[in-house]
């Protein structure tokens, strides 16, 4: 399987698992997992073809970790970026003493006023480095990276997650937690 089509069909799965497995017609249960020969099957009819095989080694060398297998490989998901109403079913973990959010610079004014939402995700996804969050603020445009007060936050009873991929989630940033 080349790059091109390894890309493809990632971004694919993203979609179907993260936001809409109504596109290909299959269900995620309530933690977010979805069969998977009933998702290659179905991924088929919609043109995305791939093997078993193909699968596994996208999981494997997906450069992000995005998707999980249950410990058969029976069931696969997505580990985090949801925007449906699943639950990961994670443990809460202290968080670093500081994670970082990497936004884009037209948003800044706001986040400063409102806190960091989590818009239409489950969750306000934060990095443990600057330089990953610099790149997840790129997507949006020009980006700023802001420090998160994240252990002040957990000492004073917020709760945090990490996804299987090392993503840290928690669900709102109050603006007394936020420095540039
Ligand atoms: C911004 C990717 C104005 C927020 C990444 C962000 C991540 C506000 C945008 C994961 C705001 C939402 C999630 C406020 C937040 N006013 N703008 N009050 N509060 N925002 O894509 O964090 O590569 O939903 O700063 O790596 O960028 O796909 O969230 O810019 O882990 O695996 O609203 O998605 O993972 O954008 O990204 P998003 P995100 P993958």
Not at 99 to 123: D, P, V
Request: glycine letters at 6%.
């Amino acid at each position: 399987m080349n790059e091109a089509d390894k890309k493809r069909i990632g971004k694919f799965l993203s979609l179907v698992l993260r936001h809409s497995p109504e596109t290909i017609g299959i269900e995620l249960d309530e933690n977010g997992w979805a069969i998977t020969n009933d998702l290659i099957e179905k991924c088929r009819k919609h043109n995305y073809n791939f093997s078993m095989d193909d699968l596994i080694e996208i999981v494997d060398t997906n450069d992000k970790k995005r998707y999980a297998f249950s410990e058969k490989k029976d069931k696969i998901r997505a580990s985090q970026g949801h925007s449906i109403n699943i639950n990961l079913a994670l443990e809460p973990v202290e968080p670093p003493e500081f994670l970082y959010h990497g936004t884009a610079t037209r948003f800044i004014q706001s986040i400063l006023q409102k806190g960091i939402m989590k818009q239409n995700r489950r969750h306000v996804h934060l990095c443990k480095d600057k330089a990953t969050a610099l790149k997840v603020g790129s997507r949006h445009g020009k980006p700023e990276v802001l420090v998160v007060m994240a252990k002040k936050m957990f000492d004073e009873g917020i709760t945090f997650y990490r996804s299987d991929n090392g993503v840290w989630l928690t669900n709102y940033v109050d603006v007394k937690y936020i420095s540039k």
